[in-house]
């Protein structure tokens, strides 16, 4: 049987390959479901999801476009997250001058406490989810939407992140934990350069617990 | 009547308002579909795009996750793509080291020659969308998935930019041409800040072109 999922994974390949260009018009909805041996109902499951991902494009009334090419997603990996996270999270707190109202501020500290909780109850899973939250509400007080999107491409998966963190010893889970606090308290103080250098410092510390030179 | 992609919206307010966490469970699709007063199908429709978007996840058998909160895009501007462009765009380069295969090299010289053509023709929708081929042809030459999504984020609207070049004067175009070769003789000769700079010329370029201080 084949699933939206497997039809999605195709069109990718298909569009990798070049098989159309970019700006370019699929084929009728009932050809190219022939052509791939699925349902119209799952290729048009597969082709929202290719929308939804910003691939593609509808256009009332004249067809699907090719809209950006996709990424080579399969080898999307934990290190590749974590090295873009690096690249780009420090440099966007340093150059977006992110302004943070005491309101947000107090969501970040919430999470922050939370996050320190589920460490000392030994739960990776949550610690990791905290980090996400984190960031996430970090992302939001840029005011600029396309930058909170390139920030967050980079963020990495919750359950490679907490694979990573169960394998960490006590004392770089402590160190870790110290580099979000630092995050925070740079941001408190209006001082960027501050918050920037403890972001760049928590990648690089993940990478070492993945035995990755950072 | 109610519409996948009104459907979606309405998902995204209630998001943006705080109705699920993240990490959060969504209602049964029965019931979310009822509170909604729209159909099933239509639901799961939109539901797949925000699947395909990143901001929920489906767990087979355990339900709709919330994985990552939206971005207000309804204000996401021509400005503010271009601002997060030329903060993001020519870190990449300087930092990611891109490098690029004779043949990639290749692919630029020809988009941006069809991109000269465009402009001598007058098409500025062509010359928009070969901007844009050109982009993503650079972003694939980053070696880290991550990093090209962040800054495929970035990269405006098709549509958006034809406009804005179609206001500007032809010696404004010449120079945004100028600037898209200078960054493509950059990588040509390894010179990565020559690159960036160049791209980073092109963004303030076209703000210039939409009277924002660059």
């Known amino acids: 049987m084949t699933t939206p999922a497997t039809t999605e994974r195709r069109l990718e390949q298909a ?45 009332r009334g004249s067809g699907t476009f090719v809209k950006a090419l996709p990424c080579r997603s399969d080898n999307a990996s934990l290190a590749d997250s974590l090295r873009a996270f690096r690249i780009v999270m420090p440099h966007l707190l340093m150059t977006a001058q992110p302004s943070f109202a005491p309101s947000a501020i ?17 739960d990776m899973r949550l610690f990791a989810q905290y980090h996400l939250q984190f960031f996430s509400a970090l992302l939001q007080g840029l005011s600029n939407t396309r930058l909170a999107q390139a920030g967050a491409a980079t963020l990495p998966d919750a ?39 403890a972001l760049s410092a928590y990648a690089a510390c993940l990478l070492q617990g993945m035995g990755e030179e950072a």
Chains 1, 2 share one sequence.
Do not use: Y
């Not at 909805?29 to 991902?53: F, W």
């Not at 107090?106 to 030994?122: C, P, V, W």
């Not at 992140?161 to 870790?176: G, K």
């Open 15 to 59: 569009l990798l390959k070049g098989h159309w260009n970019l700006f370019e018009r699929l084929p009728a909805e009932r050809l190219l479901a022939e052509k791939l041996g699925v349902s119209r109902a799952t290729l048009r499951t597969a082709l929202r999801t290719l929308v939804g991902r910003g691939i593609l494009e509808t256009r």
């Open 106 to 122: 107090f969501t970040l500290e919430r999470q922050l406490s939370a996050a320190g909780m589920a460490l000392h109850a030994d």
């Open 159 to 197: 359950h490679a992140l907490a694979r990573l963190l169960q394998d960490c010893p006590p004392i770089r889970l402590e160190e870790i934990f110290k580099h979000l606090a630092r995050t925070l308290h740079g941001l408190r103080h209006a001082d960027p350069q501050a918050s920037s250098a």
